[in-house]
């Protein structure tokens, strides 16, 4: 059973930047498609940024520019560096790996942007 494990949440001021990381047990060669989602109070999770096994990524329109996606094979791990925050990118982020048949979640870390 494969395990993600996510860190690097905390509390920020408007305007400032947080690196996310999120650790495989195993090797993330088996992945896919690795990605962040993130889920604010009373409101669905939603799709943050994606990367393929293969390095092309996929961000949500409201993070373009600000957030970038990147992976380590070597660490066994994806890392989320957000720049530019905004009070309403505050909620909890998940990270995730999707095989063919199976996807696989994280417990969250939390991110709160607020003065």
């Known amino acids: 059973q494969v395990q993600l494990v996510e860190s690097g949440g905390n509390l920020v001021q408007p305007g400032g930047s947080l690196r996310l990381s999120c650790t495989a047990s195993g090797t993330i060669f088996r992945f896919l498609t690795m990605g962040w989602y993130r889920q604010a109070p009373g409101k669905q999770r939603d799709l943050v940024a994606t990367i393929t096994r293969a390095g092309a990524t996929n961000y949500a329109e409201s993070v373009k520019g600000r957030f970038t996606i990147s992976r380590s094979n070597a660490k066994n791990s994806v890392y989320l560096q957000m720049n530019s925050l905004k009070p309403e990118d505050t909620a909890v982020y998940y990270c995730?790996?999707?095989?063919?048949?199976?996807?696989?979640w994280g417990q969250g870390t939390q991110v709160t942007v607020s003065s």
């Open positions: 995730s790996g999707r095989e063919i048949l199976s996807e696989y």
